[in-house]
Structures are given as structure tokens and as C-alpha cells.
């Protein structure tokens, strides 16, 4: 109020004032992750993240907005932070990334690794687990099965539109073996014929095998007319062959022996 001697009338205007609060600039943001390791799970992954700026404040989540993308498959994702509408805070919008890291799967081999030629296909098997349900990715194997002596090494590759968001294990890869037979044993027969005497010495030549492993080869034999049996009196009379007169190798057997019949 107020009053004067030359004024009859004295009336005040009031002009209010304001103050204004405008968002705080901030020039320098770190984005800290909260989590450890991420793994692909088929879903999307939306990690945490910690804002400070430079002096060390921690901005409150109610602050900023986080938007992901490319967020499922492994490899890195992209993850968007700018100021939500309301914030008391003014920074430009940039960009961090995390890396999804592809899930490890699970090998389980069967147990005998160790066989010994007997000319049967021999296997090792083995079993994966832990690759998500409905995602495009199998197991190829390679050198799982063998019949002949020698050593394998079976393994195991990812293969499908989703296996980069897989990995091996450690254990994808199998040593295993089919050890030599210790032996085989080939029969060999004289042939034999039943003759009348005649007074005139008489003979029969030739022999046969019986049935033989085809990975066996003959290396060493006499010719059909090189073994005979002859005599002239009533009686019986042995072939000529012997066991050294036969020789023979294979890739399957340590040792490879004749059987004469004569």
C-alpha cells in the first residue's frame, strides 16, 4: 500500500518475476555395463548400464533412455542412450555396444575308443545337448565309422543358418583306433584223387585255399603243377607243400600263417 499528499489515488502495479531452471549440459557420459559375460539364449539380451558423467555422478535410470537393437543373435549389439523427455539433463545421444557371446554346447562320446579288426564296421558315437530348441543348427560328424585297422580321429563341425550363435567345446575331436588282428590263419588243401594200381607210378598235383580275409594278399605261392603227390605201390601218399612255401601280407593281421592239409 501506499499514500500521498498530491495523490488522491496511489495504485501499485505488480510485475511478477521468475526463475528458470534449465537442463543441465553435460558434455562427457560413461556408459558402464553392468553384467559379466552375456550368452546367447535365443532371446532378447538387454543388459544394465550405469550413467556417470565427468565429475563421477551416477545419473538416475529415470534420467535416460535405452533402446537395443541387433540384440539376439551372438556378435555385437548396438544399445542407443539419450536424455528421456524429462530429464534434468541435456547430452547428445550415442552409442555403446556389447558382444553376445556364442553358447557352448555340450559333447558326450561314447566310451570305447579302442577295437581290433575282425572285418566289421566299427563306430564311435557321440551326443549333443544345450543347442536351443527351434534354432537352425546341427552337428555334423566326420570319421565316425572304420573297418579296417588304423587310426581315426572323428569330428565333430556346427553346420545351419543359426551356428554362429553356437561353439564347440573343447572336446570336439576324438582320437580313436582299430587295432591289427593278432592272426589269421589260411588253410591250404592238397587235391586228392583215388587211383587203381597199375603197377606205373601215378600222381595228382594242385592245390586249393579255403576261404580267406580279401584284405590278405598272396605274396609268395608255388605254381598249381609245382605240387603233386606221386607214388606206385598200394598206399597213401602225401603233397610235397609246405608252409614256406607260402607267404602273405595284410594291413588287418600281425601275423599271417599257413595251414597245411595234405
Same mark, same amino acid.
Given at each position: 500500500?501506499?499514500?500521498?499528499?498530491?495523490?488522491?489515488?496511489?495504485?501499485?502495479?505488480?510485475?511478477?518475476?521468475?526463475?528458470?531452471?534449465?537442463?543441465?549440459?553435460?558434455?562427457?557420459?560413461?556408459?558402464?555395463? =553392468? =553384467?559379466?559375460?552375456?550368452?546367447?539364449?535365443?532371446? =532378447?539380451?538387454?543388459?544394465?548400464?550405469?550413467?556417470?558423467?565427468?565429475?563421477?555422478?551416477?545419473?538416475?535410470?529415470?534420467?535416460?533412455?535405452?533402446?537395443?537393437?541387433?540384440?539376439?543373435?551372438?556378435?555385437?549389439?548396438?544399445?542407443?542412450i539419450k536424455p528421456t523427455k524429462n530429464s534434468q539433463y541435456n547430452f547428445k545421444?550415442?552409442?555403446?555396444?556389447?558382444?553376445?557371446?556364442?553358447?557352448?554346447?555340450?559333447?558326450?562320446w561314447s566310451e570305447t575308443t579302442a577295437f581290433e579288426y575282425d572285418g566289421s564296421e566299427k563306430n564311435v558315437t557321440v551326443d549333443a545337448s544345450g543347442i536351443i530348441a527351434g534354432d537352425k543348427c546341427t552337428i555334423k560328424a566326420t570319421d565316425m565309422t572304420g573297418v579296417n585297422?588304423?587310426?581315426?580321429?572323428?569330428?565333430?563341425?556346427?553346420?545351419?543358418?543359426?551356428?554362429?550363435?553356437?561353439?564347440?567345446?573343447s572336446n570336439s575331436m576324438l582320437d580313436w583306433t582299430i587295432s591289427k588282428a593278432p592272426l589269421c590263419t589260411i588253410e591250404v588243401k592238397g587235391k586228392s584223387a583215388t587211383k587203381i594200381y597199375t603197377g606205373a607210378e601215378q600222381g595228382v598235383t594242385g592245390y586249393t585255399y579255403n576261404p580267406y580275409d580279401a584284405t590278405i594278399t598272396i605274396t609268395k605261392s608255388p605254381a598249381q603243377e609245382e605240387i603233386f603227390a606221386k607214388g606206385t605201390a598200394v598206399g597213401s601218399y602225401p603233397t610235397n607243400m609246405t608252409e614256406d612255401m607260402f607267404t602273405a601280407t595284410s594291413s588287418n593281421y600281425e601275423t599271417i600263417k599257413f595251414a597245411i592239409k595234405n
Amino acid at each position: 500500500s501506499a499514500s500521498s499528499s498530491i495523490y488522491s489515488n496511489v495504485t501499485i502495479k505488480i510485475n511478477d518475476g521468475s526463475l528458470t531452471i534449465s537442463r543441465k549440459p553435460l558434455d562427457v557420459i560413461t556408459a558402464t555395463i =553392468e =553384467e559379466g559375460e552375456i550368452i546367447y539364449n535365443g532371446e =532378447e539380451q538387454e543388459p544394465s548400464y550405469i550413467l556417470t558423467d565427468s565429475d563421477g555422478n551416477v545419473l538416475s535410470p529415470s534420467e535416460y533412455e535405452i533402446i537395443f537393437d541387433n540384440n539376439v543373435n551372438a556378435g555385437e549389439a548396438d544399445v542407443i542412450i539419450k536424455p528421456t523427455k524429462n530429464s534434468q539433463y541435456n547430452f547428445k545421444e550415442f552409442v555403446e555396444h556389447f558382444t553376445i557371446t556364442p553358447k557352448e554346447i555340450e559333447l558326450k562320446w561314447s566310451e570305447t575308443t579302442a577295437f581290433e579288426y575282425d572285418g566289421s564296421e566299427k563306430n564311435v558315437t557321440v551326443d549333443a545337448s544345450g543347442i536351443i530348441a527351434g534354432d537352425k543348427c546341427t552337428i555334423k560328424a566326420t570319421d565316425m565309422t572304420g573297418v579296417n585297422a588304423g587310426d581315426h580321429t572323428a569330428t565333430i563341425t556346427l553346420d545351419g543358418t543359426d551356428k554362429n550363435n553356437y561353439k564347440l567345446p573343447s572336446n570336439s575331436m576324438l582320437d580313436w583306433t582299430i587295432s591289427k588282428a593278432p592272426l589269421c590263419t589260411i588253410e591250404v588243401k592238397g587235391k586228392s584223387a583215388t587211383k587203381i594200381y597199375t603197377g606205373a607210378e601215378q600222381g595228382v598235383t594242385g592245390y586249393t585255399y579255403n576261404p580267406y580275409d580279401a584284405t590278405i594278399t598272396i605274396t609268395k605261392s608255388p605254381a598249381q603243377e609245382e605240387i603233386f603227390a606221386k607214388g606206385t605201390a598200394v598206399g597213401s601218399y602225401p603233397t610235397n607243400m609246405t608252409e614256406d612255401m607260402f607267404t602273405a601280407t595284410s594291413s588287418n593281421y600281425e601275423t599271417i600263417k599257413f595251414a597245411i592239409k595234405n
